[in-house]
């Protein structure tokens, strides 16, 4: 299944379609292989004004495309199936990036034997940093998670788990931008607290926020080590950690990510 000649179809591009699009243009995918739809004529005429991509109605795209990418939000992917589903030959691939939403879902909506790639992406694929983790529905073969992996890499790092944990990676990646981005603004607001300015609050927290992340990314250590090589004893990190466990910091997030988790499940069960 090589690139070149799969036409792939964003069914409903919003802002992870988009995403996709892009990323997928960057990485040199022929913009003649590339189809769109969009519910709204103005938000049609944006992305071919933006990318140059051919939109088209849904049914176009189904007709056109080897691979349709399915980014519609959950709520909407029950109506938009009840159109394209028995327009669907079988021999398509279709990846949802609807979150929460389980491949059998779509199975009961589509043609016996269709396959079904769930992918879960994030944000920072717009800086081509995006964590995405792909999982194989009934149908789907390893060629398939081969070319899924294939339109999704270009955008940053790739993995591939049971879906059966995808709730759970919802959880961490796919909303775990903006944990990050909450402690950036906190952080900042204390920098201002202890009479810096907004700006250099700014740029001393982002610097530090980006380079932590490159190390624990490319020392290979475990971010306790890491940790414990800027707490020395009596200082001052010690003082601000105390102060975070006092906090329940920890406590806080674990709590976060499985409210998240759960989430997604009742995404999934209302859109059932």
């Known amino acids: ?6 036409t792939v179809a964003v069914i409903g591009a919003g802002k992870i379609g988009e995403l996709m699009l ?6 040199g995918w022929p913009v003649e292989r590339l189809l769109a739809t969009a519910r709204r004529p103005a938000r049609a005429e ?3 004004a933006r990318y140059g991509v051919r939109v088209v109605d849904n049914l176009t795209a189904v007709d056109e495309a080897a691979v349709l990418a399915v980014s519609v939000k959950p709520q909407d992917a029950a109506t938009l199936l009840d159109e394209i589903g028995p327009k669907v030959p079988a021999d398509k691939l279709v990846i949802s990036l609807c979150a929460g939403l389980p491949t059998t879902f779509f199975a009961r909506r589509l043609p016996e034997g269709t ?3 769930r992918v879960m992406t994030n944000t920072p694929a717009l800086v081509d940093e995006a964590m995405t983790a792909i999982s194989a529905g009934a149908h789907a073969t390893g060629e398939h998670l081969a070319l899924a992996e294939e339109m999704f890499k270009p955008l940053g790092s790739t993995v591939r788990v049971p879906e059966s944990q995808q709730d759970a990676v919802t959880a961490l990646s796919g909303s775990g931008p903006a944990y990050f981005y909450l402690l950036v603004e906190a952080m900042i607001d204390a920098g201002i607290l202890l ?3 907004r700006q250099v609050a700014h740029e001393l927290i982002v610097q ?3 380079g932590s992340a490159v190390m624990l990314r490319d020392s290979g250590e475990h971010p306790v080590k890491l940790r414990e090589a800027v707490t020395s004893p009596a200082g001052t990190t010690i003082s601000a950690i105390r102060e975070l466990e006092k906090h329940g910091v920890r406590a806080a997030l674990l709590a976060a990510l499985e409210a998240a988790r759960d989430r997604a499940r009742e995404l999934a069960a209302q859109a059932d």
């Open 46 to 48: 944006e992305l071919t």
């Open 115 to 117: 396959p079904v790639v």
């Open 22 to 27: 892009s990323g997928l243009l960057r990485s």
């Open 208 to 210: 530090t926020a980006i």
């Open 1 to 6: 299944m090589g690139s070149a000649r799969h």
């Open 195 to 197: 009479g810096l300015p």
